[in-house]
């Protein structure tokens, strides 16, 4: 199960906290510093800390390092590291302890952890941070050493206890068993006296085949709760005295509050306050209803600043032109692509363009804030704890262990939660009232003011010998730095962001001449890692240029790929699974047509094959998807499983109808009828297979929607003898196209193939 | 002053009679299980049922529910179908991050009710106002026909 972090009045919440396991991580923060030493293991460190000096900050029974709480009587509590968003994490890091541990999924409770980066740092992102399927990589040792630690110590109390070799006693499911006299002990029975045993300084772990749980598509923890309604988001939190605010930001992008009339506002029952910051406007009230139709009321003169004209149209200019006029930076050189080209038999290039996509999370953007004289109270699901506290922190101006955070179920994230610019804004508007109050976006606020996976506009081109192989590839990407939101100085001049090219820089094929650089053209948009981050971009452009080089080559496209993966075995084998699957290379009818992408992205290797039929009109139809994921040993395959189909339907929505523009400064988007979701009646069966391997396991989460752009576009292309280069496809191109190997010109001359 | 049937109770509710039902389920009487996720009946994540049917709550004021009665998701599983249905999205592993799911759920009880062996297309009809951002259409449609079948 899943406990939903103390909510409630502050007092209950405080004794809850003192009390609980979610305060303790806090409690053993202080021994555990004291005990780090440089180049311990994280889990290690963590566990001599919490057994240190300290008697665990009040509370009773076995606390070593973050991640575990035996207490002597109830559920053992699992600290999860990172955030569940969806993407199965809390069964998945649980797995990983328990299966050390050798504790049931349905004796533990998880809960969020707290903010703490000496406990809970993301050794990959290298920050308390969930994203970029880096969390099962991360967690993969230190979990399992911290189950291991942990059981051990308890095996060392009923040995003691018994006054018999450890060697003699076994645990399972939470009892130890000395097997020679078959006594037990349950863990709450010896939480206690665990305490005091000394950390192990080394811990075995077991042999994969010994795994009773790892690799099981067991049931997942949060699934009940989510079931039933009683599974609470940051939304549902409701704390006595709360009220509710929604909130207005200046429509354009770096605008201010001119002036604002509430004199209505303040005529609607219910309405408690106008707040003011300088660049929105919130209205208070009961609830948000009142809140809602008192914002509507509101009269706001905006100063729209300095982006009061941007366009989407010029942003896009712009990053074409980048090409030519901007110092590439470099990111991948091997081979010497210049004489490689000079003796191609045909040269191919061609130019792809990607749009600004929102996040738009099914739980609309919100903060509960309580602002105290003394302290700060924060309800909310995010995927950056810390550095929520540490705006809170700074926007109060109380000392970071003042700030608590309640870190709740996340209903999506995508990576819009690795902003906190909402919660920022929400203790602004906290601050200036006496209560707690629950700031909710209306989902046309989370549209219009998200921030957005830039567009990206790349230039990318081959020379092919006579058999039709790449002898050089030489790929352009031109898009922002997405990273330096994150860096307050800005990302400087003339470095490679990592996350620009993280997709293209190594694809999956052997190509003996590489040269892949950034062209940087930052607009003045805020921008943010969206679902498949780098590779969601860079593989669009990979996957879809090699299928042209297939055709160029008159060669099937599956069995091109595989003759460039000789050296990369994994990949193929993802290849091979989803193509045999698919059924790839069965006929079709006239109209219809198999897609095909593959990719290296987040540790793992991603197949996918799309089949889709295309009307007269144009109308895209798709009829079976088939995916086949590599990403080493599964830790729940089921999970994996799902993933993979979500994250392809997130990426189909984006292929076929995601796309931001601005005109006059503003989104012209604002809601589900005009951002369009993928719906059922347009989901087609997805089948999605792990293939077996016992490699160290890879990220998942971003994968599926990485694959679907592109096998997609190849689809169409398979399908109408047209190549759309940008998405959201253009299904206006391919009214009667669907004759088969008709090419029909490409509407706009930049994005033709140039051939030589 | 209006008094509500909700989930087998009366409940009087104090807010003017243009309120959606949802903010008065969420915001003044604590059941938190219905959630906003549009506003404007888009996304189906409000949906709960009035005398069985489904309905969008974001956008029906509460004047306009008179002396139906008001089911949802905390009490759906009183109901036979109901409990199928939740028993199905669990053997599945239908949900993600779960936001949508009260709404799928309470789309797919009252399409088993009206209709207990629903073919694809009847599916579709029934459940594609509901946006699920995580994409579990397919379990969905998978759970949909185990609960009709057990
Ligand atoms: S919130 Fe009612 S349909 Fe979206
Ligand atoms: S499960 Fe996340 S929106 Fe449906």
Known sequence: MVDNPAYGVPELARRRFLGGGLLLAFAVVGASRKAHAAGEEPSLRAIQGATGASPHGGFDGFAPGGFIRIPPEGPITIIAPNVEMGQGIYTGEAMLICEELEAGLDQIHVVAAPPDEALYKQPILKSQATGGSTSIRGAWTPLRQAGAAARTMLIGAAAQQWKVPARECTAKRAVVTHRPSGRTLTYSALALAASHQPVPKDVQLKDPKDFTMIGKPLPRVDTPGKVDGSAIFGIDIRVPGMKVATVAACPTFGGKVAHVDDRATRRVPGVRDVVRLPNAVAVVGDHFWAAKQGLAALDITWDHGPNAMLDSAEIIRNLRDAHGTV?????????????????????????????????????????????????????????????????????????????????????????????????????????????????????????????????????????????????????????????????????????????????????????????????????????????????????????????????????????????????????????????????????????????????????????????????????????????????????????????????????????????????????????????????????????????????????????????????????????????????PFDRTQLHGAHAEGVVVSSRDAAQKTRVD | MMTLRINGQSHVIDATPDMPLLWALRDLLGLTGTKFGCGIAQCGACTVHLDGNPVRSCVLPMAAVGNRDVTTIEAVGETAVGKKVQAAWVALEVPQCGYCQSGQIMSAAALLTRTPEPQDEDIDAAMSGNICRCGTYTRIRAAIKQAAKG
């Not at chain 1, 040269?347 to 363009?353: F, L, N, S, T, V």
Request: charge should be negative; charged fraction near 20%; glycine fraction near 10%.
């Open chain 1, 327 to 727: 110092q590439p930076v470099m990111a991948r050189q091997t081979g010497d692509v210049d004489t490689a080209l000079g003796k191609a038999a045909k040269k191919i290039g061609a130019d792809y363009e990607l749009p600004f996509l929102a996040h738009a999370t099914m739980e609309p953007i919100n903060t509960t804030v309580h602002v105290r004289a003394d302290a700060c109270e924060i309800w909310v699901g995010t995927q950056v704890p810390t550095m929520a506290q540490k705006l809170a922190a700074d926007g109060t101006g109380l000392p970071l262990d003042k700030v608590v955070i309640h870190n709740q179920l996340l209903g999506g994230g995508f990576g819009r939660r690795l902003s906190a610019d909402s919660i920022a804004q929400a203790v602004a508007i906290a601050k200036q009232v006496s209560y707690p109050v629950k700031i909710i976006w209306t989902r046309e606020e989370d549209i219009q003011h998200d921030q957005y996976r830039p567009a990206y506009y790349d230039r990318i081109s081959a020379g092919l010998d006579a058999n039709g192989m790449p002898t050089a590839w030489v790929d352009h990407v031109g898009g922002a730095s997405v990273l330096a939101t994150y860096v307050p100085t800005g990302w400087p001049e003339g470095k490679l962001d990592p996350d620009a090219v993280e997709g293209a820089a190594k694809p999956p094929y052997d190509f003996a001449n590489i040269h892949v650089d950034w062209v940087r053209a930052d607009p003045p948009v805020p921008v943010l890692w969206w679902r498949g981050v780098g590779p969601t971009h860079n593989v669009f452009v990979v996957e879809s240029f090699i299928d042209e080089l297939a055709h160029a080559a008159a060669k099937d496209p599956v069995a091109y790929r595989l003759d460039l993966l000789r050296n990369n075995p994994r990949a193929a084998g993802a290849l091979k699974m989803a193509a045999e699957k698919s059924g790839w290379g069965g006929a079709l009818p006239a109209g219809s047509g198999r897609g095909v992408s593959l990719h290296d992205s987040f540790g793992s290797h991603v197949a996918m094959v799309i089949e889709i039929a295309v009307t007269e009109t144009g109308e895209i139809k798709m009829k079976r998807i088939v995916a086949a994921i590599d990403c080493g040993l599964a830790i729940n395959p089921d999970s994996v499983r799902a993933q993979l189909e979500g994250g392809i339907v997130f990426g189909l929505t984006a292929a076929l109808y995601g796309e931001i523009t601005f005109q006059n400064g503003r989104v012209m988007q604002s809601n589900f009828n005009n951002y369009r979701m993928l719906r059922m009646n347009e989901t087609p069966p997805i089948e999605a297979y792990v293939v077996p391997s016992s490699e160290s396991p890879g990220g998942v989460g971003e994968t599926g929607t990485v694959s679907a752009a592109p096998a997609l576009g190849n689809a169409i292309f398979a399908a109408t003898g047209q190549r759309l280069r940008r998405y």
